[in-house]
């Protein structure tokens, strides 16, 4: 049996890693012409590379789930169409057994999936976001073309750029008294953390009034807030990039501060399930080989696995803002679409067997 675990294995794992090479080399190719056509005096063809050579790690994250379903048709389509699961099955190996064999490589793939995501994903995508934001702002443009806003008190932020170690560009302050009248702005060319607050430096300070509108410009003047450099590191990056570790007391943060948190609660309980989601799509990948994709040729299987990937990520993206809608709590949103994979795998196969 241990023979025929890593036979499974090997024919599995690897038509699952060289499907993810392949989405993600066809996604990142996609993303670099994109890019490409943003390119300026600033933002060179090298810093659209760079750009795309970090957000690989989070392609690759994000094709998991796809990559284990085509993966797992291309791989025991093979076995198939040799007629070696025939041969399994005549030895007395039965499909649970199967299942089994079969969901051992899936989950080691899946745990690969989350580490990277966990690991590696939130410091390239965070280098990548700002990277392109720094050679994209302008000198005479403070707040840049993206950035990130956020919120302290009666003061909104917005930031152009952020590297970690408590390094900010382009940053803009804008503070409204109790009647939401605009009192103060403020703009600096760029902020370090030191210690408990912010030294923001070539700063231009406008304080407004009924009668009149005074503007000061500092070299240096301290920012005292309650926004960290790990707090804007969380803000400058879609939640799906962050760690499943931050996800959670970021979101009670934004509770804390009387914003919207459902996104981040969706993006934790996602990644958190992950596995499972890799797990139940490996089920229905094994359904079809065992059943209308016994005797198909290669090109049907991966149109097959494509259909099915489309599917589960529109029901993914469809009941993420249903939810926002009818106040369904995040992990019901996460787990339903797996749920109706796992559901339809198990059912399928058990018919078969």
Not at 50 to 63: C, D, G, I, Q, W
Request: with cysteine.
């Amino acid at each position: 049996m241990a023979k025929l675990d890593s036979y499974i294995a090997k024919n599995v794992l690897g038509a699952t890693f060289g499907v993810l090479l392949v989405l993600v080399g066809l996604d990142a190719l996609s993303a670099l012409i994109d890019e490409a056509g943003d390119i300026t005096a600033t933002y060179q063809f090298a810093d659209v590379l760079k750009y795309v050579a970090l957000t690989l790690p989070h392609r690759t994250h994000e094709f998991v789930p796809f990559a284990a379903l085509i993966g797992t048709l291309v791989g025991l389509g093979r076995l198939a169409s040799a007629s070696e699961l025939v041969i399994v099955r005549a030895a007395g190996v039965s499909l649970p057994q199967l299942a089994v064999i079969v969901l051992k490589p899936a989950l080691f793939f899946a745990l690969f999936g989350f580490a990277i995501g966990e690991y590696v994903t939130p410091v390239t995508q965070q280098m990548a976001v700002s990277e392109q934001a720094l050679a994209q702002r302008s000198d005479s443009n403070f707040a840049g073309r993206g950035g990130t806003w956020n919120r302290d008190a009666n003061t909104y932020i917005h930031v152009a750029a952020v590297q970690r170690g408590g390094l900010i560009f382009g940053v803009t302050l804008l503070t409204f008294d109790d009647q939401r009248r605009l009192v103060e702005s403020l703009r600096a060319e760029r902020g370090t953390f030191v210690r408990d607050h912010w030294l923001l430096e070539n700063v231009e300070r406008s304080r407004i009034s009924d009668a009149e509108v005074t503007v000061e410009n500092e070299t240096i003047w301290p920012w005292k807030t309650g926004i960290t450099p790990d707090l804007l590191v969380l803000d400058v990056v879609k939640p799906d990039s962050l760690p499943v570790q931050q996800l959670w007391p970021y979101a009670n943060f934004l509770k804390a501060q009387g914003l919207t948190s459902a996104d981040i609660e969706l993006a934790f309980w996602r990644k958190l399930l992950q596995p499972l989601a890799v797990g139940g799509l490996v089920l229905v990948a094994m359904s079809f080989i065992f059943g209308p994709l016994r005797e198909g040729n290669m090109g049907a299987r991966i149109m097959a696995g494509v259909l099915v990937g489309v599917v589960f990520r529109i029901s993914q993206d469809f009941f993420g803002p249903f939810s926002l809608l009818i106040n369904l709590p995040a992990l019901l949103a996460a787990l339903m679409p797996i749920a109706v994979c796992w559901l339809a795998g198990g059912w399928l196969l058990l018919r078969k067997t």
